[in-house]
């Protein structure tokens, strides 16, 4: 056994931390996109639907006054119940003829 004393200069140490530095940023990262889930459903905000169906926000409005989408309103802001999003996408999917 040696009777050295670490230091933060200790070539150990530092990559000691820096190993902990990085598991910082990925866990960081990774709760990013990581949204809070309320009853066990989540919820997503008008440009995150517009992004996923891929379609103008306009058209997402129109979705809604034609009653194709589901939605909550609070205030002006406008929700969609993942659940909702992924139904409806189900009920519509189109098999390829073959």
């Known amino acids: 056994m040696s009777n ?11 990559r000691f931390f820096s190993s902990l530095d990085r598991m910082l940023d990925k866990i960081e990262a990774a709760l990013t996109g990581c949204k809070p889930k309320l009853n066990g459903e989540r919820f997503l905000s008008d440009p995150e639907v517009s992004d996923r169906l ?5 058209t997402l409005q129109d979705y809604r ?3 194709k ?5 609070l205030g002006g802001k406008v929700l969609y119940r993942e659940s909702d999003i992924q139904k409806l996408l189900e009920e519509n999917y ?3 003829w073959q």
Not at 4 to 14: F, H, S, V
């Open 4 to 14: 050295e004393i670490i230091t933060r200069e200790n070539d150990r140490i530092k």
């Open 54 to 58: 891929k379609v103008s926000r306009r």
């Open 65 to 67: 006054t034609t009653g």
């Open 69 to 73: 989408i589901p939605y909550i309103q």
């Open 94 to 96: 189109r098999k390829g």
